[in-house]
């Protein structure tokens, strides 16, 4: 693999990080790769481990996660299912299937941090602490909200979500785009590449071929047009040490208006089957 980018990690410890391209799958690999990830989250700031409203910042992601999760809900439940199971891998403080469960949902959930799960227990979402964790069941629908990028052994893990699958199941797949505008105006400072919290960085492509080999198909691609605003603001703050709303904005306007030629937005949303 060659060198792709010089990076650090700019919410946590200020490491400095490298981004290796990897031809055969189209995607970027984090390295070094931290023995100890865990210390990388030891953060007040992790927002999507929090339900935090401190800062104007927070208040804008929680007003667009409001927003996401009624379209998430729309979009699992548009899909074809015998018994509505739903399974959401990174399941941060449970508002998601808190409400899929109101929706009519049978829900689990995973989520490895120990204070985002006692937040989701206080909403009445009870979640497992690793995937190991759920076996014996099949799930009709499984979800992952920018969760794929955190997962270490990739292979091992996409095969377990294959396991956990009903046949014709559908896997949801949410992560950032490294091929998008947004990413290539913001260079180092790109927020989405998060290392190292984010060990991969995926492409359209690598996504295809790493599921095909679990003989997964992608029937469908989404944009996530709310994640270049969001995106393009933390993105502004690591460059600059400012908040520059004006100029995050406009980025992220201009980031969609060239996803609609390219269809490389900030983020996408992969819809998979499993055969």
Not at 69 to 96: H, N, P, R, W, Y
Not at 184 to 191: D, H, Q, R
Not at 236 to 248: C, D, I, P
Not at 251 to 257: C, D, H, K, P, T
Request: proline fraction near 3%; charge should be positive.
């Amino acid at each position: 693999m060659k060198s792709f980018l010089k990076t650090k990690d700019f919410s946590v410890t200020g490491e400095p990080f490298e981004l290796l391209y990897d031809a055969e799958t189209d995607m970027l690999v984090t390295a070094p790769r931290p023995k100890n990830l865990s210390k990388y989250y030891e953060s007040d700031t992790y927002i999507s481990h929090t339900d935090s409203r401190n800062t104007l910042t927070d208040k804008l992601y929680q007003t667009v996660k409001r927003y996401n999760i009624k379209k998430k809900i729309k979009l699992v439940t548009s899909i074809d299912q015998d018994e509505k199971t739903l399974l959401d891998v990174g399941a941060g403080t449970g508002d998601f299937l808190l409400k899929a469960k109101m929706s009519g949902w049978q829900i689990a959930g995973v989520e490895p941090n120990a204070p985002a799960r006692e937040r989701a227990s206080q909403k009445g979402i009870e979640l497992h602490s690793d995937l190991s964790e759920i076996s014996n069941k099949q799930f009709d629908v499984i979800t992952l909200w920018h969760v794929l990028e955190h997962l270490p052994d990739l292979d091992e893990q996409i095969q377990k979500l294959e396991s956990l699958l009903k046949k014709e199941g559908r896997l949801v797949v949410a992560v950032p785009n490294f091929k998008s505008h947004d990413a290539e105006f913001y260079g180092t400072f790109w927020a989405a590449y998060d290392v190292p919290r984010h060990l991969w960085h995926f492409s359209k492509n690598a996504i295809q071929k790493l599921f095909a080999k679990q003989k997964m198909i992608l029937v469908e691609t989404k944009p996530m047009i709310f994640d270049s605003f969001y995106v393009a603001l933390l993105s502004e703050k690591y460059k600059t040490g400012k908040q520059n709303f004006l100029s995050a904005f406009w980025r992220g306007l201009i980031s969609n208006i060239s996803a609609w030629k390219s269809k490389e937005y900030s983020s996408h949303i992969y819809i998979l089957k499993k055969g």
